[in-house]
């Protein structure tokens, strides 16, 4: 079972996972050889045009989410294990407001709840009486694959983008495809899947098993003064409180 915090961030990401870092798609292209003719290949010339467009869709979210203070939405989730030919679906809402506060809910087929306050990160599963918090985990430590939903971080700055085919099961709407542009991390690559205003209506993220978690959101709502409170997390009487370092 994955650890609280390493499965909050893949899911972060995926708008609306966050820790996703591996090969630049440039790196990728200069040290590979030149590919044999497939019917997927890519000539010279479009693939510049490619990454020009990816990157104007790229700017167009981040001047999108620059201007929000908060905004709600619904999510389904489908995870799906590569190796296992199995896929989770889950669904539930999802809330965040700046400066960096986020209330992520699970509820079908489990009832679980994930909170980003400013300071911490907390996990409460009620069946389980399970309360698991970090400590000082701000949202300005995260990536800017999710730090862009608060207006901060540049999507540019740590991913190549590339514009992409939208795939099959998501909304309409303008694909673009991220790769991390360090070496080391477990992300592959990120896909959004965004609206003529730059708001993202899908995100999937495939580690680097393979492994692909895809969110698809809906009733989106901006700026309706979302309360502190909405942030705020107090372990219920008699939880089992574990802390992580």
Not at 15 to 29: F, I, N, R, V
Not at 165 to 183: C, N, Q, R
Request: glycine share 10%; net charge positive; proline share 6%.
């Amino acid at each position: 079972m994955p650890r609280p915090t390493a499965h909050f961030l893949r899911l972060a990401i995926g708008a609306l996972a966050l820790s996703l870092l591996g090969s630049t798609l440039a790196q990728a292209q200069a040290a590979a050889p030149t590919p044999a003719k497939t019917g997927h290949a890519k000539s010279a010339a479009a693939e510049p045009d490619e990454v020009g467009r990816g990157r104007k869709i790229a700017e167009r979210i981040q001047r999108y989410y620059g201007k929000r203070r908060d905004f709600s939405a619904t999510f389904a989730q489908r995870y799906t294990y590569a190796a296992l030919g199995r896929t989770e679906e889950k669904s539930g809402t999802v809330q965040v407001k700046r400066p960096g506060l986020l209330r992520w809910e699970y509820l079908v087929p489990d009832k679980k709840l994930l909170i980003l306050d400013g300071k911490s990160f907390w996990q409460w599963v009620p069946d389980d009486n399970q309360v698991t918090v970090k400590r000082d985990l701000h949202g300005e430590q995260l990536s800017a694959a999710f730090t862009f939903l608060w207006g901060k971080g540049d999507l540019l700055t740590e991913f190549t983008p590339r514009a992409v085919s939208l795939p099959d099961g998501l909304p309409s709407g303008d694909a673009i495809e991220l790769v991390p542009k360090k070496d080391g991390g477990s992300v592959q690559k990120i896909l959004f899947c965004v609206d003529k205003s730059g708001r993202v209506l899908a995100s999937q993220v495939t580690d680097g098993q393979g492994n692909e978690n895809r969110l698809v959101f809906g009733d989106a709502k901006i700026d309706q003064k979302l309360g502190d409170a909405l942030f705020q997390f107090t372990p219920p009487a008699g939880a089992n409180v574990q802390e992580l370092p």
